[in-house]
């Protein structure tokens, strides 16, 4: 079973910069694709930055620019910078995989989640 666990969330002031980090536990099968998704209170969730086996990237329109999506095969370990944070990047943010490589936003097509962080950014 694929575990994974986010840290780095906390409150910035906009125009801050924060780092999350998700660890993918071991001992599991070939990991494809990679990616982080959000959810602020009374919205869906959406996709922000995800990442496929060969390291090709794709970012929400919203992000493009402030984020970049990255990871560290050896240390089991994917990364979100995010910069020039504003308010609206306030939410829950989820770490997620699928062993199909694609280079989709869309939740449906991860299956494996972790439990979240969040991230708060005030004005």
């Known amino acids: 079973q694929v575990q994974l666990v986010e840290t780095g969330g906390g409150s910035v002031q906009a125009g801050g910069s924060l780092r999350l980090s998700c660890i993918i536990s071991?001992?599991?099968?070939?990991?494809?694709?990679m990616g982080w998704f959000r959810q602020a209170p009374g919205k869906e969730r959406e996709g922000v930055a995800v990442?496929?086996?060969?390291?090709?990237?794709r970012y929400a329109d919203s992000v493009k620019g402030r984020f970049t999506i990255s990871r560290d095969n050896a240390k089991n370990t994917l990364f979100l910078q995010m910069n020039n944070l504003n308010s609206e990047d306030t939410a829950m943010y989820y770490c997620a995989a699928d062993p199909v490589s694609r280079l989709s936003l869309q939740r449906e097509l991860f299956g494996y989640w972790g439990q979240g962080t969040q991230v708060t950014v005030s004005s």
């Open positions: 990442m496929d086996s060969a390291g090709s990237t």
């Open positions: 071991k001992n599991t099968v070939s990991i494809y694709s």
